[in-house]
């Protein structure tokens, strides 16, 4: 097992409201008030957000980008605390050596120290994309402290053990318009990029790519990834990944109850992968989404909303 933190310390006022919601919502109830705070973790400064009300529910990931990815109805069901992965902690930039010893543990041993500061027993966790490998890591790890998973387009291990699969969707499903487009965007993207500062690169790369990741070819982003900013951990995260062989076993390991949501035009996370993986275990719930792509929290609340009131209210 990884080395778990030896030390975190409390910042931004912990338990602070720092930011209110509005006096009402449209039914005249009482809206609850949000608060936010840091835990710091080996000098990363992990931010976190608290929406809504009733069970807590953690959206593990971004502080920034998921609390705009996620309609307001899911609110009045949940107590949504967002947490920042240090990934998206720019100012997080430790020496090569320490860098080089991050890995998915290490973001899983940064929800737990986030879980034990804000008090919470046990929560349920949301993983989107690869932040689903972490909720996973987090549950194998800890398995105590979670109730169940909400993974969506979740990445299933290594990225290069899938490329095939992911190259059969997109030939099978991407409409010629959807295929031009990306390749215009691809011609474009590295002067994009470039034009964009360093800790931006991510979101910029993730908009201007839109093709792969959502439903509509040519979505903006723009909104919803303001403010998003990408920090050197990136890379560990990704490079970390599991090899298929490891990412079974762990599977094989838990008992935590699981829901895969995924999308039949995401061609970035090919459905098929997941098709075959979940009939392999038993505590895994798998829905496929005809219409949808890589962000259905986002691009079609009305499908996705009650699937995960649904999942995530169950006990």
């Not at 209110?20 to 009482?30: F, H, I, L, Q």
């Not at 809504?52 to 959206?59: E, I, S, T």
């Not at 890379?235 to 990944?241: A, D, I, K, N, Q």
Request: overall charge negative; glycine content about 6%; hydrophobic content about 40%.
């Amino acid at each position: 097992m990884a080395r778990r933190p030896t030390c975190f310390l409390l910042a931004c006022g912990l338990f602070a409201l720092c930011v209110a919601c509005g006096p009402a919502d449209e039914s005249g109830e009482p809206v609850a008030e949000a608060s936010s705070g840091s835990v710091t973790v080996d000098g990363a400064e992990l931010r976190w957000v608290r929406e809504g009300q009733g069970p807590p529910v953690f959206v593990i990931g971004s502080s920034v980008y998921y609390p705009k990815a996620y309609s307001e109805e899911l609110r009045e069901h949940f107590e949504l605390i967002f947490v920042d992965g240090r990934h998206f902690v720019p100012s997080y930039s430790p020496e090569p050596e320490a860098l080089s010893e991050v890995n998915l543990s290490t973001f899983a041993n940064d929800v737990e120290a986030v879980r034990l500061a804000l008090g919470y027993d046990r929560v349920a966790v949301v993983g989107h994309s690869v932040h689903g490998q972490i909720a996973l890591v987090y549950a194998d790890l800890y398995p105590a402290s979670v109730s169940r998973l909400l993974l969506i387009g979740p990445a299933p291990y290594a990225m290069s053990e899938f490329a095939a699969e992911e190259a059969a969707v997109w030939e099978a499903l991407a409409s010629d318009e959807r295929k031009d487009l990306l390749e215009s965007r691809m011609r474009t993207l590295d002067s994009v990029v470039g034009t964009a500062p360093p800790s931006r690169s991510f979101a910029v790369s993730y908009d201007h790519l839109s093709p792969l990741y959502w439903a509509d070819p040519s979505y903006d982003a723009k909104q919803v990834l303001a403010g998003l900013e990408n920090g050197p951990a990136f890379g560990p995260l990704v490079s970390t990944l599991p090899s298929r062989t490891e990412a079974m076993a762990r599977l094989s390991r838990l008992e935590t109850p699981i829901m895969v949501v995924v999308g039949k035009l995401d061609f970035a996370i090919p459905y098929t992968v997941w098709e075959e993986i979940a009939g392999e275990f038993p505590n895994i719930q798998y829905i496929l989404l005809e219409e949808d792509s890589h962000n259905p929290q986002t691009e079609s609340p009305g499908r996705f909303d009650p699937i995960m009131i649904e999942w995530l209210s169950q006990h």
